[in-house]
Nanobody, 128 residues
């Protein structure tokens, strides 16, 4: 069964850091566009960051530029989101996602509709 499983969420104080992980099973993340999204209570799901299938292009939402970093480990079949300088407005459920197409895409988009496989989400709460 194709599956994405997030981990690493939790409660952190403002200014703190967390690293989210997303492990894929029964399919490879390699050569797929992958991304992280988040959804706060009462708000729509929004794109946080994505990486192209070729791995040479990343995109970040303006609200997280300079603070968050997306990456993936090809050998472990895991993607990561390093989050630094966290603020209360970063509080949300974070989801990882992957494109069902495996090809040499040199760009990615922060549009949820572009992704086919989704994890169950992990809660990130930033509060003092």
């Amino acid at each position: 069964q194709l599956q994405l499983v997030e981990s690493g969420g939790g409660l952190v104080q403002p200014g703190g850091s967390l690293r989210l992980s997303c492990a894929a099973s029964e399919f490879t993340l390699n050569f797929r566009r992958i991304g992280w999204f988040r959804q706060a209570p009462g708000k729509e799901r929004e794109g946080v960051s994505c990486i192209s299938s070729t791995g040479d292009s990343t995109t970040y939402a303006d609200s997280v530029k300079g603070r968050f970093t997306i990456s993936r480990d090809h050998a472990k079949n895991i993607m990561y989101l390093q989050m630094n300088s966290l603020q209360p407005e970063d509080t949300a459920v974070y989801y990882c996602a992957a494109d069902k197409f495996s090809a040499n895409f040199r760009s990615c988009a922060l549009a949820p509709g572009r992704y086919d496989y989704w994890g169950q989400g992990t809660q990130v709460t930033v509060s003092s």
